[in-house]
């Protein structure tokens, strides 16, 4: 008893002096509009993330687990014109300690600028942290073990007044008179500027996640729709420009529009909601965030299982109350322009059945171009 007291006291130091991620942390952006400035250019896009992150996880809902590894995705970009861009390369996901490549992929994405403030992504799509979801709804693990999305994406960004991302991800794709599930996953994750002084910002974000799990000649019991949604508001009080006090008041909502009574897709809610308030301090190279959280028969099968009420690990566990003081704080490095570090840590405490999860994590990341030359109807000159 004495042990696990005094771990939790060395918890809760390392939490203080280490560091929260923050999810939409610029660390992990690697979406871009296109610029005017290139035509006939081509470009070798090296983008590459080392990682390591540990999940102390000793709670019902989901398991502890460590994620170290890396992985790289070089590609050719060629603007066929300027508001036109054609990707193609590959990805590959890499495990320590374990000698074989974990997951490679084919890249192929087409990016067609149609307005001035709205972008069209055809193929591999800007995925995971680039939807700036939250975790409740699409959980940050993803970025390591799910990070190549495939689909289609509509993205609007004017920044005095509307940000909007609007995607369809292909999960699993199946075959004519094929007996598995395909896998969808339709999101949408907006932020609408209200107000702007300079000194108080007041936004609403709204965000979407419907996943589905279907097939022709899937067992009735096998098919899956879920729906989540969230607004609320968010309230910034600048004290300079690059300093900031965020107050989030979040409504969640969750709605099993075709859920099994019983089988592998049987969930036991078929709607629930959940509340979070966040308060957040952000700086330069800094971010701490304090929040509570309150669900009542939520479900998020993409979300953060920690904030749950149903266990990832044992299907049979659930309850329809759950109660949490979430906290989170980092450390963000710029070391040039396109090679950025993260050390962020976290916790998830229960306030019901007086549990204590954490993690922590340290993260590299390159994302640079480097330009090759011109490439014009006669062949290529620099």
Known sequence: ????????????????????????????????FLPDTCNKDLFLHFESSMFFKNNEYFSPYSAGY????????PTLDYFITPTTRISVGYYMLKFFGEDSIFRSVPILTVQQRLTPHLNLVFGNIYGTLNHQMEEALLRFDRYIHN?????????????????????????RFIYF?????????????????????????????????IYHHGGHLAVPDHILTVADGMSGMDIKIFTSREKFLSSQALIFVYKGLNVPDTGHNYLPYKSGNAFYYKLKWSCPRFKVTLGYWQAKQFIAPEGEYLMMNISEIYRSYHEPLRKMVIGKLGFDFNLSRYVKAELNAGFYYDLIIKNLA???????TINQPFFMGKLSRYGFSR
Not at 1 to 17: A, D
Not at 187 to 203: C, D, P
Not at 359 to 364: C, D, I, P, Q, V
């Open 1 to 32: 008893m004495r042990r696990k007291k005094t771990n939790q006291i060395l918890l809760l130091i390392i939490w203080l002096t280490v560091g929260l991620n923050a999810l939409k942390a610029q660390t992990f952006i690697t979406r871009e």
């Open 66 to 73: 460590t994620w170290p590894g890396f992985y790289i995705k």
């Open 147 to 171: 990070h190549v999305e495939y689909g289609i994406q509509l993205i609007y960004d004017d920044s005095t007044r509307l940000r909007s991302d609007t995607w369809l991800n292909w999960e």
């Open 177 to 209: 008179n094929s007996k598995i599930q395909e896998f969808i996953q339709f999101g949408s994750s907006s932020q609408i500027k209200i107000l702007n002084t300079g000194i108080v910002n007041l936004s609403m974000p709204i965000q979407l996640l």
């Open 358 to 364: 954490y993690y922590y994590g340290l993260y590299f």
